[in-house]
């Protein structure tokens, strides 16, 4: 996530999105089994842990039955 941050310039947005809900994809994670069996999306609260960690500021969240999105911002200096 650090290095994510780092290339958005001031005021630039980062989303992390799927156009499902978290529990579907990883449910569609375990049941490929392979590499994606241990691949998980995190909870809202964990990738928002992530982004203020980076020096992101989230401005927004769901996560419901077709749709997962944190949406966050880095702030001007």
Do not use: C, W
Not at 2 to 16: E, N, S
Not at 57 to 64: A, Y
């Amino acid at each position: 996530m650090g290095a994510l941050a780092a290339a958005l310039k001031a005021g630039g947005r980062l989303v992390v999105a799927r156009s499902q809900s978290r529990r579907a994809i990883n449910d569609l994670h375990r049941e490929a089994g392979g590499v994606l069996r241990e691949d998980y999306l995190p909870a809202v609260p964990e990738i928002t842990g992530m982004m203020e960690s980076a020096g992101l500021r989230v401005t927004g969240s769901v996560d419901d039955d077709g749709l997962f999105a944190v949406r966050a911002v880095r702030p001007s200096a």
